[in-house]
């Protein structure tokens, strides 16, 4: 049976029978994988703990008719136990997982989109900085590497620069208020600001945001995600408590 060996990130897993899990990875070369990994949840299995969800891995697997097989993995980024023991390093890493699996395609080399994941994780194991921060910091960049990048210093229609921005998620970004269709929300200068400074990992701004404006930045974030990933992202629907 032929094989491949890849690093990948754990990004959801369920239950299959009675001792086996179907693990869904982000993997640095071959895209989206859906591998089985038989015999995890018994408590003598040897890499267990190492296929949770977030667990950055070495792995060998055999290419299976439907479902690969997990034949060994190493770990190489223990992060799943510190993100799952905050609740809102949880709520954030989930939405990055749900953003993944929906950006890369099965088999579609994706190795910009595995080191940025692994990266956010990382930083948000270790609370470098407020877990939504990181989560709209991650989704923004991951998005632009699909080939939609927010538009946040000019109009995305006409290209002028405007004082008076609008936002519509599905025109890109924001608008001058001739191009804006009628109702568009108005988006104010420090929300603008503080989206670009996401964009761009401009973390001394971000880390320095009052919760207001992070709340108002994520909103937008969230609508253009959810508007170019075409589903509503059951992540991002909790509001995040104010743990630190």
């Not at 060994?72 to 510190?82: P, T």
């Not at 956010?120 to 939504?132: K, V």
């Amino acid at each position: 049976m032929p094989t491949y060996r890849d690093d990948a990130v754990v990004l959801r897993t369920h239950k299959l029978g009675e001792a086996d899990r179907i693990l869904t990875l982000l993997t640095r070369q071959h895209g989206k994988v859906r591998a089985v990994a038989k015999g995890v949840r018994r408590t003598s299995s040897r890499f267990g703990a190492r296929v949770e969800p977030f667990m950055v891995v070495d792995g060998q697997f055999s290419i299976g008719r439907n479902l690969d097989i997990v034949q060994q993995v190493d770990s190489i980024g223990a992060y799943g136990a510190d993100i799952a023991a905050d609740y809102d390093r949880y709520t954030a890493a989930s939405a990055m997982a749900e953003a993944a699996e929906r950006l890369v395609g099965e088999g579609d080399a994706a190795p910009q989109q595995f080191f940025l994941l692994v990266g956010a994780l990382r930083s948000l194991a270790r609370g470098e900085h407020r877990p939504q921060a990181t989560r709209d910091s991650y989704l923004l960049r991951a998005l632009g590497l699909s080939g939609w990048t927010i538009q946040l210093d000019a109009c995305a229609r006409c290209g002028e620069e405007t004082d008076d921005a609008r936002f519509q998620a599905q025109a890109g970004g924001v608008l001058c208020a001739r191009c804006a269709p009628a109702g568009s929300p108005r988006l104010d200068a420090r929300t603008r600001q503080l989206a670009g400074a996401l964009l761009g990992g401009d973390w001394e701004s971000v880390d320095q945001a009052a919760e207001g404006d992070l709340d108002r930045a994520a909103g937008v974030v969230a609508a253009y995600a959810q508007f170019h990933l075409e589903r509503a992202m059951r992540s991002l629907g909790s509001t995040p408590r104010r743990s630190r």
